[in-house]
Structure formats: structure tokens, C-alpha cells
């Protein structure tokens, strides 16, 4: 990781991290579905890319325009863009429309991304590992509301035994010291880098699908179903940052 800008929170990465990045998003990604399935074969699982640049207006409002990188209007019919602070709206959006557009696509849906975010991180020296322009690989697993699994419960030990599995750093599962207003829990996974604990991912029982779910029994009438989502955020470069702490000693 290097520092080439003399900007605080701007890296270049070297080949070598590239491909342990890549190697990451392939693991991670395997574990994640091995997972799901093990806990209901049910489970599908699907990846989606979306462009880095989106709507202001599908932006949470958690975050004000101090947070994010904001595209300059210059004209008053040009479309609000900003350079996306997570993947979670853009996920969204392509989880509706698969489910929309009758295909046949059901809950437990799991659909997940793995490219650049963007945000106004304060200047922080970059052991610090606080981006401006960061990897995330996050995975939105949607289901109904009243099915009998505890799916964030189940996946925080797998979770966590995947992470050090690449990483080989000691790790732990705490509470998040923020729960945000979307999340009924949320769980960090932490790896001790020697300097301090540092927060590598975020596993979240989310309740802000933006639409209900309709099934359609064999016999009877369709039933509606609120949507709880799990989400599993993976900061990447994190991960990647760690790995090399570890590789060095």
C-alpha cells in the first residue's frame, strides 16, 4: 500500500494486493453461499454490478453532502449524481427489479457486490485505514420476516472463522459501537493488527427493504410478507491491510 499522492486516506496498491483482493472476494464469496445454502438449500445467490456513480435521491440521508462526493450541476436538468458512499441502494434496486419482472425469482434472495466506495473520511494517517476510496464486498441476503431462522446469529461464527482463515490475525465479534437506524442489530468482526482492534466487517439485521414480499401458496390467496435483509460488509482494503501486518511478522 502505498501513499504516492502524499494525501492522507489516497492509496495506490501493488500487483501482489491485487491479486490477494481478488483472491478474498473469491473466498469470501464461496463461504458466504456455502453458508446460506447449509442453513437452507433454498437460498439464491446471485452477484450484480453497478456503477459507482448514482442518484442523490437514492442516497440515505444519513449522509449529507459533507460526507459524500457530490457531481457539479451545470444545468438545472442534469440529474444529481453522487460517487455511491455503499453498494447497498444500487443492490436494492436489482434485487426489485429480479423480483419484479417475473422471472420466477423468490425469497431467501441473496444478492451481492464487490467494487469502490466512495466517502469524505477526515484526514487520518493511513494505518488508520479510514478511505476515501475504499473496497467493499457486501452481500444483501433478503428474506421474509417470519421465517424461523436467525440468519444473523448463524453466520457471525462462520463469518468470523472465514476472516481469519486469509487474515490469520486474532479476531472477535463485538457489538457495533453504532447500531444504525436501519439495523435492528448489529455485530462487528474485529482483528488485533498489534496496533489496535480494527473493525473489518459489519453483519446487520436490516429493515429497510423498500418493498414487502407477496408469495403465492398452492392453494389460497397471495400473503404479503415484510422483508428483513442480512447484510455482511467486508472492508476489503482492510482485510488486504491486515493480511500484510501479518505476512510481515
Not at 489516497?10 to 483472491?23: A, G, K, P, T
Amino acid at each position: 500500500m502505498l501513499n504516492l499522492y502524499h494525501v492522507n486516506s489516497l492509496v495506490h496498491w501493488e500487483e501482489r494486493e491485487i491479486h490477494l483482493r481478488d483472491h478474498m472476494i473469491g473466498f469470501f464469496s464461496q463461504e458466504v453461499r456455502s453458508f446460506l445454502r447449509s442453513v437452507n438449500p433454498a437460498w439464491d445467490v446471485r452477484r450484480v454490478e453497478a456503477p459507482a456513480l448514482m442518484p442523490r435521491a437514492l442516497v440515505s440521508s444519513a449522509y449529507s453532502n459533507a460526507d459524500i462526493w457530490v457531481q457539479e450541476q451545470l444545468s438545472a436538468g442534469d440529474t444529481a449524481l453522487v460517487l455511491r458512499p455503499e453498494t447497498t441502494p444500487s443492490t436494492y434496486a436489482y434485487m426489485q427489479h429480479i423480483l419484479g419482472n417475473h422471472s420466477k425469482t423468490r425469497l431467501p434472495l441473496c444478492v451481492w457486490q464487490a467494487g469502490r466506495s466512495y466517502r469524505r473520511e477526515q484526514e487520518q494517517p493511513a494505518k488508520h485505514m479510514r478511505l476515501k476510496e475504499f473496497w467493499q464486498l457486501e452481500f444483501q441476503c433478503a428474506f421474509t420476516a417470519d421465517s424461523g431462522n436467525d440468519y444473523h446469529a448463524a453466520c457471525l461464527e462462520p463469518v468470523r472463522r472465514m476472516i481469519a482463515q486469509l487474515i490469520h490475525l486474532p479476531t472477535r465479534i463485538v457489538a457495533s459501537d453504532r447500531l444504525p437506524a436501519y439495523s435492528e442489530v448489529t455485530m462487528d468482526i474485529e482483528v488485533d493488527n498489534g496496533d489496535k482492534w480494527m473493525e473489518v466487517c459489519s453483519i446487520s439485521r436490516r429493515t429497510d427493504f423498500p418493498q414487502r414480499y407477496r408469495s403465492q401458496p398452492k392453494k389460497g390467496p397471495a400473503v404479503d410478507h415484510d422483508v428483513l435483509v442480512l447484510e455482511i460488509a467486508i472492508g476489503l482494503d482492510r482485510c488486504v491491510y491486515n493480511w500484510g501486518i501479518a505476512a510481515d511478522r
